[in-house]
RNA sequence: GCGCCGUUCGCAUAGUGGCUAUUGCAGCGGACUGUAAAUUCGCGGCCCUCUGGGCAUCGCUGGUUCGAGUCCAGCACGGCGCACCA
């Protein structure tokens, strides 16, 4: 496939704010896809865990636009670095995974990223690559080889590791080699540039260091921003109840993404949806609710589609702005055999609604429990007749059949 | 191998041998709202026949004690330092 020489759209995709930083230089970079020279880029997740948030999923649209210029992308699966651990924002090391756990990790996030970047277009489909293809086949005299294009000076310079050693905490000699290891990742797969995130940017330049060494070759580096809120500098990340996974129903993203705090609708617009940056001051004036409602429909599109997106909106509204119960209800029954007074809640328990019976005889208490009448349930032993809708707290909705 | 330190809720933290194991963040629920923020009030292992009662719980196992998260011993895991080897 040719590549697309569309300079509002390359414009556009580098001016949005998303962009932090690009090595050596952005005019370089621009200048080489305004030529129509076609790159071969590359994005590493490292299958360590299970939950992608929209902080990771802004950057596979980045590359997926990329992909949709004509440029050759590559998603790289870190299935080898996972098992080191990239010692990155952990003041203490993380463990190592199974093979099993990886290889799980996996095919659940090919799975959730499939939505966002085309993997099966016929001209120009991205490209899946694992690292274990090559790092596994390393011998230790390569090991070496590779080490010795880098100094135990430069390495150590890295934020995480002068903060460990003041701390007096550990760096393990295979943590210390992570950056080298990933960095060979581009010279195996002899890329002109890699995309990261600006917390990976350490790790992306020893990439290019070891580029122009092994392969004379000058990588690009695009580091891309990281998903905060600019109030409380707060990152997306489930800790700190701030993130977005992207493994859910249309309904209950365009959900999460109404509850999170009016601050963060600058960098959802910027990095999560593409809306031109021309039409940025018109959404904003809305009003944050009407605001967040647009940015939340367009990236719910992305990933359910059109209609998935409006039905959604719709359902949000019926639900949350009416007080009203969603279309699909939950339905559980209760026991098979003699209904009793504690039926419902081991109904709910089996549902995996409620945690357990002290915890339902909780949440009667403080009043969470109420019917779609909006009577406040009162009896923890309450048996309600079929047909009952519960609403338990703002977002859980059983119907009794 | 030796020495010192650590292991308490999802994370982080407190805990002179004494009854009910602290606090913060995150979480859940109520009020107010826009399922926003801020605020505010409440929750916090499990179970029951529920104004009450029972069983658990501070890495594991044993011990001392009327009583152990706390003291002792052993073990496991982790850290730091030293030594040995090279």
């Not at 098992?83 to 959730?112: E, F, H, Y």
């Not at 590791?161 to 550990?170: H, I």
């Not at 917390?199 to 060494?213: E, H």
Request: aromatic residues 6%.
């Amino acid at each position: 496939m040719k590549t697309v020489i569309d300079q509002k759209r390359i414009d556009e995709l580098f001016a949005r704010g998303t962009v932090t930083d690009i090595f050596p230089s952005k005019e370089l970079l621009v200048k080489k896809l305004l030529a129509g020279e076609k790159i071969r880029i590359y994005y590493g997740l490292d299958p360590t865990h299970t939950a992608i948030h929209l902080g990771h999923a802004k950057n596979l649209i980045f590359l997926e636009e990329l992909r949709q210029l004509g440029n050759e992308v590559i998603v790289l699966f870190g299935d080898f670095t996972a098992q080191i651990g990239d010692p990155t924002d952990k003041s203490a090391t993380r463990k190592s995974l199974t093979v099993d756990d990886i290889a799980k990790n996996m095919s659940d996030w090919l799975r959730q990223i499939s939505p966002i970047i085309d993997f099966k277009d016929k001209t120009n489909p991205a490209q899946i690559r694992h690292n274990s293809e090559w790092l596994g086949k390393l011998s230790f005299a390569d090991i070496l080889s590779l080490a010795s294009n880098f100094t135990v000076q430069q390495l150590i310079e890295r934020d995480m590791f002068q903060k460990r050693l003041k701390e007096g905490a550990p760096i393990h000699l295979h943590e210390f080699m992570y950056p080298l290891v990933q960095g060979y990742d581009s010279a195996a797969m002899d890329v002109d540039a890699e995309l990261c995130g600006t917390d990976q940017i350490f790790n992306a330049l020893a990439g290019r260091t070891l580029m122009k060494k092994l392969k004379d070759k000058e990588k690009f580096v695009i580091a891309l921003n990281l998903v905060a809120n600019p109030v409380t500098g707060q990152l997306m990340s489930k800790s700190n109840g701030t993130g977005v996974f992207i493994d859910q129903s249309a309904n209950d993203l365009f959900g999460s993404l109404m509850a999170l705090p009016d601050p963060m609708l600058d960098p959802l617009f910027v990095n999560c949806t593409r809306i031109p940056m021309t039409e940025k001051d018109s959404v904003m004036s809305q009003g944050p609710r009407l605001a967040k409602a647009l940015i939340a429909k367009d990236i719910v599109k992305r990933f359910h589609g059109e209609d998935a997106a409006v039905s959604a909106e719709q359902a949000f509204e019926a639900t949350f702005a009416k007080g009203g119960v969603p279309d699909d209800v939950l339905e559980i029954s209760l026991a098979d055999g003699k209904v009793t007074g504690a039926s419902l809640a081991e109904a709910l328990i089996r549902a995996g609604i409620v945690p357990s019976k002290t915890e339902w005889r909780r949440l009667v208490t403080d009043g969470a429990v109420r019917t779609e009448k909006d009577e406040k349930i009162t009896d923890p032993a309450f048996v309600p007749a079929s047909g009952t809708v519960l609403k338990i707290g703002k977002r859980r909705f059983v119907k009794i059949v």
